[in-house]
């Protein structure tokens, strides 16, 4: 990725009479972890021009100056009559703002939620706003009769898609889509995004796969050739595939045998991007979230999550030194509600006092919950290593979850102890020990591997097997870099590695360590080490199984024997 290109747009018809302005960055966009592959972004806006002429989907602040200039240049801007609107955010409503000012006649289409939340973003703003119900169509001329399909969920309750049967063309919004930049406007050789895409369902649609599952259903019922999608290349030649493979993400999200239930309120998106980070280090660890936006949520659905679910996590921002009304109420459902052994948490963003968070946590200690983190109090935005630290504390509040319910379960069987026969058995491979690191930006890492294998010889190339709940998993994708330290015999330096790490906590500190040419550590008391950059991964079951090549490397200790893992059983390291 080219970070010195300019942001810019391009211009190309999809359709009959319609055309896609994609507003692209080659920059990561925001502090949000979805955009933690930092592999860019685009925006991508559509134009319909029938005798009516509508534009779907404006892009947010960021591409206000480039997109208006790109639309006004191509289309006369007294000839737009609509503009619909997927989803609604503060970013969103800048540019609208900025159109309405040279358009001012102009028609906004979005569902019920989307007009509230515009009255409220631009108040003193005279809107002209058309709300669309499920079976609401609008007919711009020339076949473009648009139908919409709405499609909520907790992080955008106002989430509506549309179909135009003329063209074929499914506009999705958030679903299908990805955070990547690049010239394709298609997506061409679709498995190279395939990656890319499942990162973003893990991070924006696994927390909420009963609301994805409920939105795929009803797309289904539209005979669609091209994904029209919000973020990345537009989706043609891939969509039966990735149609099939959200399908099967959503599946494995609901049939995970452990449930947490997220409950938040957001007043400035601060709070719902802890949250996300949250989320993601949850399912990260093989246990399903509940996402639950208590503003659009109601009562009896957050007291059915709290029910099924085996631990419970609230979040609010602090308005004028209190919660927001609904999290109070929220609260008193989940006291009401929670078994005290379910595990709790507590996490807020303010910016400048944060009793929010205080009175969540007393009002839970004072009920009788033990936590499982202590509460997360972030002030204004999140940064990089903020979010980082509150994956991990998902990913460990995930593990206790997990453990406290293994310790519920009766006994091993006869039989059940028999089956162990083989995971002895696979027990007995074994491999070399070795210390991965990692560093990007303000972020570094390392981790204690013992499944890792040379896998070719042109280029040299190794393979690494990271379990998913990893918090260096997320430092390893393609084009990233790592070095692989290989432990020698006798040495010490992997029982430094074999504790827990609390979330957010340096891994080196007390270690002699450089710094390689790829940027990332060395441990000085290592064997050898291998500068590496992944080429690609693999999913297999519980564990991510990296591909990398070998840029370079060096032996420290000639005389050394490499340190080797024994293992008696196979389902544990």
């Known amino acids: 990725m080219n970070n010195n290109k300019p942001r810019d747009t391009q211009i190309i018809p999809i ?17 949000e972890i979805e955009y933690a592959l930092q592999k860019g972004t685009t925006a991508n806006s ?5 005798d009516k002429t509508a534009v779907i ?48 006649d102009v028609t906004i289409v979005c569902s019920n939620p989307g007009a509230i939340s515009l009255r409220k973003i631009l108040p003193d703003q005279a809107l002209k706003i058309q709300v669309m119900k499920g079976e609401d169509t609008l007919d711009l001329g020339q076949g473009h009769h648009l139908e919409f399909i709405l499609t909520p969920s907790p992080r955008w309750s106002d989430q509506m898609c549309t179909y135009d049967p003329k063209t074929q063309i499914l506009y999705t919004d958030k679903l299908f889509g990805a955070h990547v930049c690049g010239d394709q406007i298609f997506d061409e050789g679709w498995q190279v995004y395939r990656e890319d895409r499942r990162y973003y369902f893990d991070c924006l649609m696994a927390p909420h796969a009963n609301q994805v599952e409920t939105a795929l259903e009803k797309l289904g019922n539209k005979s669609a050739k091209l994904y029209a999608v919000g973020h990345g290349p537009l989706v043609r030649y891939g969509l039966t595939e990735l149609t099939g493979l959200y399908k099967t993400w959503v599946e494995q999200q609901q049939n995970q045998q452990n449930r947490v ?32 936006n208590c503003e659009f949520t109601e009562p009896e659905e957050i007291k059915a999550a ?10 609010s921002p602090t308005l004028g030194g209190h919660a927001p009304t609904q999290v109070q109420t929220a609260l008193g459902l989940v006291i009401s509600t929670a078994d005290k052994q379910q595990l709790a948490g507590v996490f807020g963003s303010y910016g400048w006092s944060g009793e929010a968070i205080d009175l969540l946590e007393g009002k839970l200690r004072d009920a009788g919950y033990r936590f499982g983190f202590d509460p997360i109090r972030v002030k204004f935005k999140p940064t990089d290593s903020i979010i980082k630290y509150c994956e991990e504390v998902g990913t460990d509040f995930a593990q206790l979850v997990k453990r406290q319910q293994k310790q519920k379960k009766p006994k091993a069987s006869v039989s059940e102890s028999q089956s162990a026969r083989t995971e002895q058995a696979v027990g007995r491979v074994v491999g070399s020990l070795s210390v991965v690191t990692t560093r990007k930006g303000e972020l570094s890492n390392a981790m204690l591997a013992s499944w890792v294998s040379q896998a070719s010889f042109s280029p040299p ?4 097997a990271v379990a998913k709940e990893r918090a260096i998993a997320d430092l390893m994708h393609s084009g990233d870099k790592f070095v692989l330290n290989i432990l020698q015999e006798g040495k010490q330096l992997r029982k430094h590695f074999m504790k827990n790490f609390a979330p957010g906590e340096d891994r080196f500190v007390g270690l002699d360590i450089e710094t390689a040419e790829n940027g990332c550590p060395i441990l000085k008391q290592a064997l050898a080490y291998l500068e590496c950059r992944v080429n690609e991964r693999m999913e297999c079951g519980d564990h991510w199984l990296v591909y990398a090549v070998v840029d370079s490397g060096k032996v420290l200790d000639n005389e050394g024997i490499t340190a080797v893992h024994h293992r008696k059983t196979g389902i544990y390291y």
């Open 57 to 104: 989907d404006l892009p947010g602040e960021s591409f206000t100056e480039i997109f208006l200039k790109a639309l006004t240049e191509r289309f006369p801007v007294s000839d737009i009559d609509y503009v619909i609107c997927g989803h609604v955010n503060p970013n969103r409503a800048v540019t609208l703002k900025a159109l309405l000012e040279i358009a001012p």
């Open 46 to 50: 559509f134009v319909i021009k029938g």
């Open 461 to 464: 190339g190794l393979t690494i």
């Open 15 to 31: 359709g009959a009479e319609t055309t896609v302005i994609r507003s692209r960055t080659w920059d990561r966009l925001k502090f």
């Open 261 to 292: 239930a997220l409950i938040y309120a957001s007043a400035y998106g601060n709070t719902a991007i802890v949250a996300q980070a949250i989320a993601r280090g949850i399912t990260k660890a093989g246990v399903a979230v509940d996402s639950i």
């Open 306 to 315: 709290v029910t099924h679910s085996a631990g419970f996590i609230m979040g």
